[in-house]
């Protein structure tokens, strides 16, 4: 399978008053299209910022992201968040749902922005998938963290993404509702094909992906590559 996403030489500097602070220094890797990664360190390392920069919800200092051949630093804001809408979903570890649309009315914003109509049935079927077929209706307050973060992830999917980014997913859940949530995502990926890469501090989930890349310092010090069952 070619590369869906290339990192090359990634360094992101963020000032602060007169200080410079480096928070990812010359990261690069390749991830294969279809596959499953993880990309764990401790915390403050630069995880966040990094799915961000590879996702195309912020640009780089210097070193290029490539998504499905697409260098997202070339493009300006308004291609980047069309690219974006084209071939990424992502999901938040706070699911940032609209707390005023319904789990249905949220699922089908990613194609009301391609100023698209009439995907109420796909929205209904993929709500229906993640097990929330009977919530189509319910506002994200009237939801539990478990039934929203599967709200976040139907919306994540409706406009089938290529690859899908979720930053510690699982992050706000409980042990059964994240082992839930964890499934889901491993089902998504083997049905459709969706590439993922996630952040987490979840070491058993991390070992269930087939590529763990560390890092540390804003530094790549480790990329394993293990067979998954
Ligand atoms: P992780 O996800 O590994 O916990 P982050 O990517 O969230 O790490 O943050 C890495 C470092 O970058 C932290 O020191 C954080 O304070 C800093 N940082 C993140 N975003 C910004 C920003 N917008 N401005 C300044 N510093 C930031």
Redesign the pocket.
């Known amino acids: 399978m070619a590369d869906i996403l290339s990192v090359e030489n990634l360094t992101k500097t963020?000032k602060?008053g007169n200080r410079e602070?480096t928070?990812l220094d010359n990261v690069s890797f390749d991830i294969e299209e279809g596959s499953t990664a993880t990309i764990v360190?401790?915390?403050?390392?630069?995880?966040?910022?990094?799915l961000g920069l590879c996702a195309g919800l912020d640009v780089a200092t210097s070193g290029t992201v490539s998504l499905n051949g697409i260098k997202l630093n070339a493009l300006d804001e308004d291609d980047r968040a069309f690219t974006r809408n084209q071939y990424i979903g992502f999901v938040f570890q706070n699911f940032q749902l609209l707390p005023t649309l319904t789990a249905l009315e949220n699922v089908t914003v990613p194609l009301e922005l391609r100023g698209e109509k009439g995907y109420r049935e796909k929205a209904i079927d993929l709500l229906t998938r993640v097990g929330l077929g009977d919530r189509t209706d319910h506002y994200p307050s009237q939801l539990s963290g478990g039934e929203q973060q599967r709200v976040a992830i139907a919306r994540a999917f409706i406009t089938d993404p290529k690859i899908l980014f979720a930053d510690e997913p699982t992050g706000n859940l409980d042990e059964e509702t994240a082992a839930q949530v964890e499934a889901l995502l491993f089902d998504l990926n083997k049905q459709q094909g969706t590439t993922l890469v996630m952040?987490t501090h979840n070491l058993e989930l991390a070992s269930k992906t087939e590529r763990i890349l560390k890092?540390k310092g804003g530094k790549l010090v480790d990329d394993q590559k293990s067979v998954v069952a």
Do not use: A, D, R
């Open positions: 963020f602060s602070l928070v360190g401790p915390s403050g390392s630069g995880k966040t910022t990094l952040v890092i």
